[in-house]
C-alpha cells in the first residue's frame, strides 16, 4: 500500500519533550534504587516496582526442556540457576541485576498478566542460557508474577493505565505510551548502566544459542533488527531489485521492507540511542497519533495508528533503493547515513514462518538463535494457544511440568502412521493421469488425515489412552490473504510443496486444549524428558488391508497374517468392532505405547456402548465446528475459502473413506464479481480454472514437487 504524507487527525499541543524527560528520571530512580551495591529489599522497592524471586507455583518456569529439530536442548545456565534458588527473593533479584552493569549483552522483554506464561517461557530460555535479563512488567500482575519467580523486573505499566491484564493492545493510547515506556527503559539500561548490547525480544520468543558471537561478525553495526522476510535464498544470493515481497531490506532494494521490532539490538553508542529517542519521542507526540494509507486493490485511504512498531518502520524508511556501507554490504545506512543497520538473517533469527512452516534452519543443518512465533494460523483470541502449541511441537516449550512427560502410574499412549503421501500419489494417478492441481492435493490430504485421526483419537478413546498426533503434511501453505491461492505458497517464501506442516494446519490444536482432549503433539514420545522406558516399552499393531482369515489357534488369523514365523504381532484391520479391538490388544496392553502401524481410515464400525458414541461424536463436533478450512479469513466471500471434508459420523454406521471431489462452483462465471474476487478466480490453482481448463490444471499441478 501507498503511504500519503497525511498529517494526524489529532491535532493537540506536542508534550514529546517533557514527557521524555519524566519517562528518563523514572527510570533513572527505580533503575538507580534497584542496582545500586548493597540494595536491600524494602516496601519502597516495591512501590516502585522491582521484585525478585526463585520460585513459581503450578508450572516450572525453569524445569523440563525440549528438543529442537537436531538434538535436545541442554542447560548451560544450570548451575547459576540453582544457586539462584539458594537465595532469598531480594537477594536473588540483586544478584541477578547486578549482573546487568556494563554486561556485554544483556536481554528484555516486556508482557502484561495475559501473557505471563509466555514471558515465563522467555525466561526460562535465557536462564538455560547463562544470560542476564531484566523483565518489563506492564501490569500489576506481572509484577506480581515476576516477583514470585525470582525474575529482575521492572513495573514499566500499571492496571490503571492498561485497563487491566487484558490483552490491552485494544486500548490504543495505553498501547503506544507502553510503546514509549518500554523504549525508555532500553535507553536508560545503556546510557546510566552502560550495558554494552541490549537484546530485546517479545515474550513469544524462545532463545536456543547466545547470538553474541553473531553480533561481533557486524562491528560496525550500531542496530541489529528481524525482519518478516520468508527467503533465506534472497538473503543469501543479497542482490539488488530482486523484487521479492517482504525482503526490501536488502540493499538495492525499493519496496517490500518488512522489518520487525520483535527482535532486536542496539549498541551502546550514539546512533543507536538517538534512534532510542526519537523513537520515544514519536511515541509520546500526541499531534501526529495516526497516519492515512491508500489500499491498492480498492483505491481507498485507510486511517491506521501509530504504533510502536509503525513508528520505528516510520523513522527507518528510506524512499529509494536501500543502501549499504561500503565497507560491508549486508549494514545498511540510514537516516542521513547516521545509522548503521544490519537485518538479522532470517535463518538464524526465525520468525514462526520460517522456523515452524518452513522449517528452514534445520533443513540447512542450522540452530537458530531465536524462534519469534509469527504468522500464527488462528485468529487473535486464539493466538495464546496456538502460539504455545507450536513451540510445543518443536520442542522449545520449557513450562511443562514432569507429570506431563510422565504421569502418575506410567503414560499409556497411542501413536498411528501416516501414509498421506502415499494416499495423495494415488489419487493423482488413478484421477488425473499424474497431474493433480496442488490445491485439490491439499484438500485431499487434509480429508484423509482428518479421517484417521478421528479413527486413531476414537480407538484411543476406547483403550483409555493418550493419542499422539501423526506428523502432519500440507501441499498449501496458509495465509490470511488469497494471494495464496495462486501457487499454495505465500509469496516470496521458500516453502517447497509438499512439506511438513504445523499440526494446526490441520487440526484445531485450542479447541483440542478447550475440549480437555487427552493428546499429545507430534514428536512427544521423542522428548528427552519423556522416561526411556516408555519409549522402548512399545508394541506394533499392523493395520492389514482386510480382516484375516480365521485358523486353529488363531480366530482372527491377525498372528498368522503378519508374523511370518516371528513372535506374535496384534494386528488390526478395518470395520473391527470395540470387541474386536479390545481382544487383539489385549496381549500387549500392558505396554506403554501401541503404534498403529499402517494406519488407514474406516479402522472402527463404532463404539459398543450408545451412549459412549454419541459423547465420542460430540467430542469431534466440538473439535472440528471451527476454523475447518483452507484460506482466506481475511476475505468475505465463498470464493476464497474451500472447506475440508470431515469423516461421516461413526454414529451413522460404516462408512469407507473417499477421496473428496472438487465441484465447480456455480458461481465461477459471475462476471459481476468485484475486482478482487476476478483476480483470484483467474488463478490457474482455482476451481473455477483448472476444473474447465486442462491447461490451467496442467500448470496448477506443476506446483508441487510430489
Not at 485468529?379 to 513450562?399: D, I, Y
Request: glycine residues 8%; contains cysteine.
Amino acid at each position: 500500500m501507498r503511504v500519503l504524507a497525511k498529517p494526524g487527525r489529532r491535532q493537540r499541543h506536542s508534550l514529546a519533550g517533557p514527557a521524555a524527560l519524566v519517562l528518563a528520571l523514572v527510570c533513572l530512580v527505580q533503575l538507580h534504587l534497584l542496582l545500586r551495591p548493597g540494595r536491600r529489599h524494602t516496601s519502597a522497592d516495591d512501590d516502585l516496582g522491582w521484585h525478585s524471586s526463585t520460585g513459581g507455583s503450578g508450572q516450572h518456569p525453569d524445569g523440563g526442556g525440549g528438543r529442537t529439530q537436531q538434538a535436545a536442548l541442554h542447560e548451560p545456565g544450570a548451575a547459576l540457576h540453582v544457586q539462584s534458588q539458594e537465595l532469598s527473593p531480594p537477594e536473588a533479584a540483586a544478584a541477578g541485576l547486578a549482573r546487568i552493569r556494563g554486561a556485554p549483552i544483556a536481554f528484555v522483554s516486556f508482557a502484561n498478566g495475559a501473557f505471563n506464561d509466555f514471558l515465563a517461557n522467555w525466561v526460562a530460555s535465557i536462564r538455560r542460557l547463562g544470560l542476564p535479563f531484566v523483565v518489563g512488567a506492564l501490569d500489576d500482575k506481572m509484577a506480581e508474577t515476576a516477583a514470585a519467580r525470582g525474575w529482575p523486573h521492572l513495573l514499566v505499566g500499571s492496571a490503571a493505565a492498561t485497563g487491566g491484564d487484558a490483552f490491552f493492545r485494544a486500548n490504543f493510547t495505553a498501547f503506544r505510551g507502553m510503546g514509549a515506556k518500554k523504549v525508555q527503559l532500553v535507553l536508560t539500561m545503556l546510557e546510566r548502566y552502560e550495558v554494552q548490547t541490549i537484546m530485546v525480544s517479545d515474550s513469544d520468543t524462545t532463545w536456543l544459542r547466545d547470538p553474541s558471537d553473531y553480533l561481533a561478525k557486524y562491528p560496525q553495526a550500531d542496530w541489529f533488527m528481524s525482519t518478516d522476510c520468508l527467503s533465506h535464498q534472497v538473503e543469501v544470493e543479497w542482490q539488488p531489485r530482486h523484487n521479492q515481497p517482504r525482503c526490501g531490506h536488502v540493499a538495492g532494494n525499493a519496496w517490500g521492507r518488512s522489518f520487525n521490532t520483535g527482535i532486536f539490538a542496539v549498541r551502546n553508542r550514539e546512533a543507536g540511542k538517538a534512534v532510542l529517542r526519537k523513537w520515544r519521542d514519536a511515541l509520546l507526540d500526541n499531534e501526529h497519533t495516526h497516519f492515512t494509507v491508500v489500499e491498492r486493490a480498492t483505491g481507498k485511504e485507510k486511517d491506521l495508528g501509530i504504533t510502536d512498531q509503525v513508528a520505528l518502520n516510520r523513522l527507518l524508511d528510506y524512499q529509494g533503493l536501500m543502501p549499504a556501507t561500503q565497507e560491508e554490504p549486508r549494514v545498511l545506512l540510514l537516516l542521513n547515513e547516521t545509522l548503521r543497520l544490519h537485518p538479522l538473517p532470517v535463518l538464524l533469527f526465525a520468525s514462526g514462518h520460517v522456523a515452524f512452516v518452513q522449517r528452514l534452519p534445520w533443513k540447512f543443518g542450522q540452530e537458530p538463535y531465536v524462534v519469534h512465533a509469527t504468522f500464527q494460523r488462528f485468529p487473535t483470541s486464539l493466538h495464546r494457544q496456538g502460539k504455545r502449541a507450536r513451540f510445543r511441537e518443536m520442542g522449545m516449550w520449557f513450562l511443562d511440568p514432569p507429570e506431563y512427560f510422565d504421569p502418575p502410574g506410567g503414560g499409556r499412549y497411542l501413536t498411528y502412521t501416516n501414509g498421506v503421501r502415499d494416499v495423495v500419489a494415488a489419487v493423482e494417478r488413478e484421477r488425473h493421469g499424474g497431474a493433480m492441481p496442488v490445491l485439490y492435493k491439499h484438500m485431499v490430504a487434509v480429508s484423509y488425515q482428518l479421517a484417521i485421526f478421528r479413527d486413531a483419537l476414537a480407538a484411543a478413546v476406547m483403550l483409555n489412552r493418550t493419542v499422539v498426533l501423526a506428523k502432519s503434511w500440507c501441499w498449501c501453505d496458509y495465509d490470511w490473504t488469497p494471494h495464496v491461492l495462486e501457487k499454495c505458497k505465500i509469496r516470496g517464501s521458500d516453502t517447497v510443496l509438499p512439506f511438513e506442516c504445523p499440526s494446526d494446519f490441520i487440526f484445531n490444536i485450542p479447541f483440542f486444549e478447550d475440549n480437555a482432549l487427552p493428546f499429545r503433539m507430534p514428536n512427544f514420545l521423542e522428548m528427552p524428558q519423556v522416561p526411556v522406558a516408555v519409549r522402548r516399552f512399545q508394541a506394533d499393531l499392523h493395520m492389514l488391508p482386510q480382516r484375516p482369515a480365521a485358523v486353529p489357534g488363531d480366530p482372527s488369523g491377525a498372528v498368522k497374517a503378519i508374523t511370518e514365523g516371528k513372535a506374535p504381532i496384534s494386528a488390526l484391520w478395518p470395520q473391527m468392532s470395540q470387541a474386536e479391538l479390545e481382544a487383539e490388544v489385549a496381549p500387549v496392553s500392558t505396554s506403554a505405547v501401541l503404534a498403529i502401524k499402517g494406519m488407514q481410515p474406516g479402522l472402527l464400525v463404532g463404539f459398543a456402548d450408545r451412549a459412549a458414541g454419541q459423547r465420542f461424536e460430540a467430542l469431534w463436533q466440538n473439535i472440528t465446528m471451527h476454523h475447518m478450512y483452507w484460506c482466506c479469513a481475511a476475505e468475505l466471500g465463498q470464493w476464497s475459502a474451500f472447506k475440508y471434508e470431515l469423516p461421516k459420523p461413526l454414529t451413522s454406521g460404516y462408512t469407507p473413506w473417499e477421496p473428496p471431489t472438487l465441484e465447480l462452483p456455480k458461481w465461477c462465471a459471475d462476471i459481476a464479481a468485484n475486482e478482487r474476487q476476478r483476480e483470484y478466480v483467474f488463478y490457474t490453482n482455482h476451481p473455477c480454472q483448472f476444473l474447465t481448463n486442462t491447461t490451467a490444471a496442467a500448470i496448477a499441478a506443476s506446483y508441487a514437487v510430489a
